[in-house]
């Protein structure tokens, strides 16, 4: 079992940056690819980005490229998400996931197929 916990969320205005972690426990993660998901009200969960196990591969939304960038410390056995240039649309709860690695370079941008979920951690991006 791999347990996740996200944290560094809040409220920032628009234009400015946030940088949410999510630590694991449990296992280490140097054979999980991980990824990060938000969900705004009234709307469905949707993927923001994923990387595998490594670092090597990365994969954005087109609504965040340019300004997210995810990355991962195996050794601390945590993921990050930087946001920069923060929109009102960014607003949501934002939730990291894992799976295991199965082809080595491979990121997952479906929800259904991550085995490990946060709880989530609320960004709010006032205009």
């Known amino acids: 079992q791999v347990q996740l916990a996200e944290s560094g969320g809040g409220l920032v205005q628009a234009g400015g940056s946030l940088r949410l972690s999510c630590a694991a426990s449990?296992?280490?993660?140097?054979?999980?690819?991980m990824g990060w998901f938000r969900q705004a009200p009234g709307k469905e969960r949707e993927f923001v980005t994923a990387?595998?196990?490594?670092?090597?591969?990365?994969n954005y939304a087109d609504s965040v490229k340019g300004r997210f960038t995810i990355s991962r410390d195996n050794a601390k056995n945590t993921m990050y998400l930087q946001m920069s240039s923060l929109k009102p649309e960014d607003t949501a709860v934002y939730y990291c996931?894992?799976?295991?690695?199965?082809?080595?370079?491979?990121?997952?941008?479906?929800?259904?197929?991550?085995?490990?979920w946060g709880q989530g951690t609320q960004v709010t991006v006032s205009s």
């Open positions: 990387i595998n196990w490594s670092g090597r591969s990365t």
């Open positions: 996931a894992a799976r295991r690695q199965v082809l080595a370079d491979m990121t997952y941008v479906t929800p259904s197929v991550y085995e490990y």
């Open positions: 449990g296992r280490t993660i140097n054979n999980y690819a």
